[in-house]
């Protein structure tokens, strides 16, 4: 079985600050990894996954994420935040196997400011 | 090409009623998976449809039960509702198994509400 968890359940952070976002896993097996957001009222748009090869993944709007297998963290940063970036953002994780379902954590909610 | 869409958007049941929710797969996807997301968390995984049949569960109780249509869309079927079954129902399609890494694709979600 795979569990996530996510160490922030807030953070706000003023409009090009940078922010971090701290994902730590546990599985018995190898898994790919995920960061999802989700924007009021809306479904989960992938922002970037980790599947092999270089741990430092770049995904969409500026985002990237660092994996560590030594840690088991996969945490996601970006340099510099928009309004826009105000949204709840989910780790996953599924096993790298004939085991489809996305394990998610409880989520990060960020609020940008001016 | 449209994405995974998702029927109806917003229902309202009372406890021990019974609802069908419908989603649609992106274009060129054959498989379908149901996500149940309660206020404040994060999506738990309720099944996987494959080829019509169900090819993984989550912990959800036989109370949650599912369908796949030859066009590849899908139901979920939820019965004898609890005030505990309020939550945002997020359906996800996906290309069949490759043997590797088939991304998931989300619809914008079903938010059903039991009084």
């Known amino acids: 079985a795979q569990s996530v968890t996510q160490l922030d359940s807030q953070v706000p952070v003023f409009e090009e600050a940078p922010v971090e976002l701290r994902c730590n896993y546990s599985s018995s097996v190898s898994v790919y990894l995920f960061w999802y957001v989700q924007y009021p009222n809306q479904g989960l748009q992938l922002l970037l996954k980790?599947?092999?090869?270089?741990?430092l993944v770049k995904g969409i709007n500026g985002f990237e994420a660092e994996f560590n297998k030594s840690q088991t963290s996969f945490h996601l940063r970006k340099p510099s935040v928009h309004i826009s970036d105000t949204a709840e953002y989910f780790c996953?994780?599924?096993?790298?196997?004939?085991?489809?379902?996305?394990?998610f954590g409880a989520g990060t909610t960020v609020t940008v400011r001016a | 090409d449209a994405g995974v869409t998702q029927s109806p958007t917003h229902l309202i049941k009372t406890r021990g009623q019974q609802v069908t929710l419908r989603c649609s797969p992106k274009s060129g996807h054959d498989t379908v998976s149901w996500y149940q997301q309660a206020l404040g968390q994060g999506p738990q995984f309720i099944f996987q449809?494959?080829?019509?049949?169900?090819?993984q569960r989550g912990n959800f109780p036989d109370r949650f039960s599912g369908h796949q249509f030859p066009n590849y869309s899908s139901e979920l079927n939820v019965n004898a509702l609890l005030l505990g079954d309020s939550a945002l129902y997020l359906c996800a399609s996906s290309t069949g198994d490759n043997g590797g890494y088939n991304e998931q694709f989300f619809g914008p979600g079903t938010r059903l509400t039991v009084l």
């Open positions: 980790y599947l092999s090869g270089s741990t």
């Open positions: 996953a994780v599924s096993p790298r196997s004939n085991d489809y379902k996305l394990s």
């Open positions: 449809y494959y080829e019509e049949e169900e090819r």
